[in-house]
């Protein structure tokens, strides 16, 4: 994947724009729903603390526990499929969906977004339609997801009553009861009628070969059962070795994405449709997806593959909060989405190592505890090693760190900056800062600077001790 331009061009028309508005108000209800249902649960923490045990130990394992569960899950009935890159998905995936012109429905995948399955699909002549009520929304749209736990997030419900009437020639409401209703009539007929349903999978349990699909609509179930082939697409980091161990991510999953206490449907699925049973497809084929992610593996950011993919980080992210995810130019958004992308997608997604105020909001909400701060800062040397560094942090940056490398030097930088600073000082504050400082400033102030610095203060008191 090829970066469109550079975040700080992709994030300027989103601030304060109504989607960001619609962002904030909906990541603000999520995370104070977090807030009330950790503090209810007593062991939170602890869950916490044994989730990130069982995420690190099976990524620090993960040729062991693919090999299990791709051998489980084929004892059972299904099909195993490797894609090492995203044009591998495609080809793989066209090839079990038959000749052009099948009918394929699908429920929320992050990673057929990430690869760009659905126009791999539509090359051949397929028809895919999107059966999550957001990605059903952003498809009537031509759009893409803003939120990888709520895509549509940016939209309000009078938007979606308008797409709905152009789009369904249905009469206008904003009503969401109704809206919901209007998009479940219209997709029911297609989950009977689809040829092959595609889903996500949030865990695969190496022990069994189940697939575990975790959502708060019944489309997923419809779309892995319905149709006569279910197709799986599932990240290679995307496992829990065992049942015991999945229970713990259920219960750390549904709190830290949407403040529930368990999503509305939790799926199971070990292998196709037996003889005597009386649903579930013919066929089950799981697609491994690589594209990037073994090149991470035993490597200083090894640890974004624990992610789980809740949106918690998202959430309560300051900078994702003021415009949503259409910024990051991505289909993984927020700080753990400014981690993972470059990694995936190379240097094109540098910049966004520093689309973070590293306030370390997204650490302290993680389910799984990911030190994203510390791998923002990582990817931050990686780009200076390179020299990389954006132009509006490049120039500041060398011009501090030559004058800190000098007592004589900083002296004077520091009188430099008093004396720039005084015009700009009122009520002992600087409220709007010229040249690149202007967007900084424009949210917040600077206190004034002390009249002595911290070196002549402890001088004037302690002498040169």
């Known amino acids: 994947m090829k970066a469109q331009g550079d975040f700080r061009t992709r994030a300027a028309p989103l601030l304060g724009s109504p989607a960001a508005r619609a962002i904030r108000s909906g ?25 990130t045990e069982i995420r690190r130990h099976t ?24 894609a090492r890159s995203a044009v591998d998905v495609g080809k793989i995936v066209n090839r079990l969906a038959g000749s052009g012109g099948q009918l394929v429905i699908k429920s929320k995948s992050m990673v057929s977004e990430e690869v760009d399955l659905n126009r791999a699909l539509e090359s051949k002549g397929h028809e895919v339609v999107e059966t999550d009520l957001g990605e059903f929304i952003i498809q009537l749209a031509g759009d893409t997801p803003s939120h990888i736990i709520a895509p549509g997030m940016h939209l309000t419900r009078f938007q979606i009553g308008e797409l709905f009437k152009e789009r369904l020639q249905v009469p206008y409401t904003d009503v969401p009861t109704e809206l919901n209703q209007i998009a479940r009539l219209h997709l029911r007929q297609l989950f009977l ?22 959502t708060n609509e019944g489309n997923a179930r419809l779309t892995s059962t319905a149709p006569r082939v279910h197709i799986a697409l599932m990240g290679i980091e995307r496992l829990v070795p065992g049942f015991g161990d999945l229970a713990v991510m259920l219960e750390v999953l549904a709190r830290s994405a949407t403040g529930q206490r368990l999503s509305a449907y939790t799926n199971i699925i070990t292998g196709p449709r ?6 579930g497809p013919e066929q089950l084929h799981v697609v491994l997806v690589d594209n990037g992610r073994s090149e991470i593996l035993d490597g200083p950011f090894e640890e974004i593959l624990t992610c789980i993919r809740c949106g918690a980080c998202l959430n309560v992210c ?47 909400v993680c389910p799984v505890r990911i030190d994203i701060p510390h791998l923002l800062l990582a990817l931050r040397s990686e780009e200076a090693g390179a020299d990389r560094i954006p132009g509006q942090v490049a120039g500041p940056v060398r011009w501090f760190s030559r004058s800190a490398m000098s007592v004589s030097r900083f002296g004077r930088m520091w009188g430099v900056l008093r004396w720039l600073s005084r015009p700009l000082t009122r009520n002992n504050s600087i409220r709007r800062l010229p040249g690149p400082g202007r967007n900084w400033s424009r949210h917040r102030n600077l206190r004034r600077l002390p009249a002595k610095s911290f070196r002549q203060q402890w001088k004037e008191e302690h002498g040169d001790r």
């Open 318 to 364: 300051p900078v994702y909060r003021q415009m949503g995810g259409h910024g990051y130019g991505s289909v993984y958004s927020g700080p753990f989405g400014a981690v993972l992308t470059p990694l995936l997608g190379g240097p094109d997604w540098g910049d966004l190592a520093y689309a973070s105020t590293l306030c370390g909001a997204c650490l302290e």
């Open 274 to 279: 037996r003889p005597g049973e009386p649903d």
């Open 59 to 82: 990524i620090r394992h993960l040729d062991y526990y693919l090999a299990r569960f791709a051998e489980n899950v084929e004892n059972t009935g299904g099909q195993v499929h490797l």
């Open 193 to 214: 009628s689809a040829d092959v349903g595609i889903t996500g999978v949030n865990f695969g349990v190496a022990e069994s070969g189940s697939l575990v699909t975790v």
């Open 27 to 51: 990541t603000g209800r999520f995370a104070a729903k977090r807030v009330e249902v950790a503090a209810e649960y007593g062991v939170m923490d602890v869950m916490r603390d044994r989730a």
